[in-house]
């Protein structure tokens, strides 16, 4: 199993990024994916996940209204459309998954909102 991250960067308040996570070694359409995020002085968090066909998405609420989870189960690849990006979604975000009971983790993209 393997997740592979990128499109972070260096963003101004207010700008957009958007998250790639390449994933592969398992049977990417059948498990959910999540997004997690560690922001500096803060424990790891839950961003957003979506299920399998994609046909639900959950949010926290930090992000709700700014932040869209979507996959593309042809390409085995997650995304996460970041706009109106804030000083406090700094951090280091990074593609998960549970397979088969264990936690499966990406090395992470840094994403920095800063004017």
């Known amino acids: 199993v393997q997740l592979v991250e990128s499109g972070g960067g260096l963003v101004q308040p207010g700008g957009s990024l958007r998250l790639s996570c390449e994933a592969s070694?398992?049977?990417?359409?059948?498990?959910?994916m999540m997004w997690y995020r560690r922001s500096p002085g803060k424990e790891r968090e839950l961003v957003a996940s979506?299920?399998?066909?994609?046909?639900?998405?959950h949010y926290a609420d930090s992000v709700t209204g700014r932040f869209t989870i979507s996959r593309d189960n042809a390409k085995n690849m997650v995304y996460l459309q970041m706009n109106r990006l804030k000083p406090e979604d700094t951090g280091v975000y990074y593609c998960?998954?549970?397979?088969?009971?264990?936690?499966?983790w990406g090395q992470g993209t840094q994403v920095t909102v800063s004017s």
């Open positions: 979506i299920t399998s066909t994609g046909a639900s998405t």
């Open positions: 070694g398992f049977t990417f359409s059948t498990y959910e």
């Open positions: 998960h998954c549970v397979y088969r009971g264990l936690y499966r």
